[in-house]
């Protein structure tokens, strides 16, 4: 289990939930809520994570406030300060990026509706830092020239939202003109937010455990380092993959 921490910005902002892994260290990843904002459900992504071998930080966008119904979460989403939200993101970056706990300096960022917008946006404005990108029904209009990750999506069949069909398709176009990896899967039978358990009306448990399983795997093949065996040559420790192979047995003695 996580707990809220302090990231930066000031002592009002800059405030999210962190769920480290036990035991040991892990690569960093951001989650960014829905428009419902931090809500359980989204800790609860963290916590899911953190049992993966991840260390997750989920900014709380809305400082606090959450809704429960569409109205309540249109009218959060229409007082979002997008630039505090940037400033709030990348500090959470950083904080990720310099933690101890993590491994290696990229991160991950999985985004929801909302949250997968801002992903999108982060992985442009911070490409040297983004590893690699999972988004949920969600898209964004920009140019990824200057990306450097790799992109995950999922998408509901019939997306009433803002994920349709025409514009999921437009956004892994632009992505494939820029060079980068690309793997979109649309799930039969959704709708938007499919994923999120804590929505009766859309959630769809098959599609749900197959996103979360592709969901790991890539995090984790784009993220985790790739352990290096090493062997003793002449009394000194080198990576084996350096070691000629005739000399792969030899030992300090010889």
């Known amino acids: 289990m996580g707990g809220m921490r302090q990231f930066g910005v000031d002592e009002k902002f800059g405030k999210g939930y962190f769920a480290v892994p036990e035991p040991g260290d892990g690569p960093g990843v951001i989650v960014l809520h829905a428009w419902w904002g931090l809500t359980a459900f989204f800790r609860k992504v963290c916590d899911r994570l953190a049992q993966e071998g991840f260390a997750a930080l989920a900014p709380d966008l809305y400082h606090g406030a959450t809704a429960s119904t569409i109205e309540e979460a249109k009218r959060l989403r229409f007082d979002l300060d997008c630039d505090r939200a940037n400033r709030e993101m990348k500090a959470a ?133 790739p352990r290096v065996a090493y062997a003793t040559l002449w009394g000194h420790s080198v990576p084996t993959a350096q070691i000629p192979t005739h000399l792969r047995s030899v030992d300090a003695e010889g």
């Open 93 to 225: 970056l950083e904080y990720l990026r310099n933690h101890p706990v993590i491994s290696g300096t990229s991160v991950g960022v999985v985004g929801f509706s909302l949250g997968g917008y801002l992903a999108l946006r982060l992985a442009r404005s911070k490409a040297n830092d983004v590893r690699a990108v999972v988004v949920f029904y969600a898209t964004e209009g920009g140019r990824f020239n200057k990306a450097q990750a790799a992109f995950l999506g999922h998408f509901a069949e019939n997306d009433g939202c803002w994920a349709g069909a025409r514009v999921v398709r437009s956004l892994e176009e632009r992505l494939r003109a820029a060079g980068r990896e690309t793997i979109f899967h649309t799930y039969p039978g959704t709708e938007h937010s499919f994923f999120e358990e804590d929505r009766p009306e859309a959630y769809n448990a098959q599609a749900a455990l197959l996103a979360w399983q592709r969901t790991v795997e890539f995090l984790r093949t784009r993220l985790t380092r």
